[in-house]
C-alpha cells in the first residue's frame, strides 16, 4: 500500500546547527515528492518537490531535499537552522488527485 | 493578492448544530480540496473537485457535503456536528489535479462543545 513515513515525531536542534528530516516512502509507480511547512495557527506552505531529473531538489529558505529511489527515501536538509525554522514539517506523496502527507516532524530550534 | 482564503478562521458550535466554511481560489486552478488536520496535526483527505466536479470522496461521515458552485469555489457544509468534528479544516488548490503541488489556506479551527 501507497504510504509516507515520518519516523521522527520530534525534532530538537540548535541554532546554527545543520539538519535532517526523515522521510520514508511506499509507491509503486514514480513518487511525486513534496515538503511542505506549518507554523503555528497557519496553513501548509510549500518548501520543495521532486518530480524527476537530479535528485537533489533546491526549495525555499535554503532547505533541499535529495531523493533516493533506492531507499525510497525523501530526506530534508539545511546547512544551518535559524530559531524562526521551528515549525512543522510534513513530506507527502502525490498518487494522481490526492496527496498523503506523513504524520509530520516538529522541529524546535534552541536559540 | 492571489491565494487561497477560508472563513471563518475559528468557529464555536455545539453538538447537533448545522455549520458551513467556506473556501476561494484566487489563483485561477481548476482543483481544490478539503483536508481535516486532528489534533495530532494528522492530515487526511476528505474531498477533491476539479472543474466543479467530485473527483475524491474519502470515507467520510455522510454528514459532511461538500458545495462547488464553481471552480473558484469550495464550501463543506456539516450537519449536526459531533465532538469527533473538532479539528483544523484546511482548503486547498492546484493548478491540476493530477500530481501538482498544492496552495493551501490558513484553515478553519472547528470546537464542537
Known amino acids: 500500500a501507497q504510504s509516507v513515513t515520518q519516523p521522527d515525531a520530534r525534532v530538537t536542534v540548535s541554532e546554527g546547527a545543520s539538519l535532517q528530516l526523515r522521510c520514508k516512502y511506499s509507491?509503486?509507480?514514480?513518487?511525486?515528492l513534496f515538503w511542505y511547512v506549518q507554523y503555528p495557527r497557519q496553513g501548509l506552505q510549500l518548501l520543495l518537490k521532486y518530480y524527476s531529473g537530479d535528485p537533489v531538489v533546491q526549495g525555499v529558505n535554503s532547505f533541499e531535499a535529495e531523493f533516493s529511489k533506492s531507499n525510497s527515501s525523501f530526506h530534508l536538509q539545511k546547512a544551518s537552522v535559524h530559531w524562526s525554522d521551528s515549525a512543522v514539517y510534513f513530506c507527502a506523496l502525490s498518487m494522481g488527485y490526492k496527496l498523503t502527507f506523513g504524520t509530520g516532524t516538529s522541529l524546535l530550534v534552541d536559540p | 493578492e492571489t491565494a487561497v482564503f477560508q472563513t471563518p478562521n475559528y468557529h464555536v458550535t455545539q453538538v447537533g448544530n448545522e455549520v458551513s466554511f467556506n473556501c476561494k481560489q484566487t489563483?485561477?486552478?481548476?482543483?481544490m480540496y478539503w483536508y481535516k488536520q486532528d489534533s495530532k496535526k494528522l492530515l487526511k483527505i476528505m474531498f477533491s473537485y476539479n472543474n466543479k466536479q467530485l473527483i475524491v470522496n474519502e470515507t467520510v461521515p455522510r454528514r459532511f457535503s461538500p458545495q462547488s458552485s464553481d471552480k473558484a469555489h469550495l464550501n463543506l457544509r456539516i450537519k449536526s456536528v459531533e465532538p469527533e468534528d473538532s479539528a483544523v479544516y484546511l482548503c486547498?488548490?492546484?493548478?491540476?489535479?493530477?500530481?501538482?503541488?498544492?496552495?493551501f489556506g490558513s484553515g478553519t479551527r472547528l470546537l464542537v462543545i
Open positions: 509507491y509503486s509507480a514514480t513518487p511525486y
Open positions: 489563483l485561477g486552478h481548476d482543483t
Open positions: 486547498a488548490s492546484s493548478l491540476q489535479g493530477w500530481n501538482s503541488d498544492y496552495t
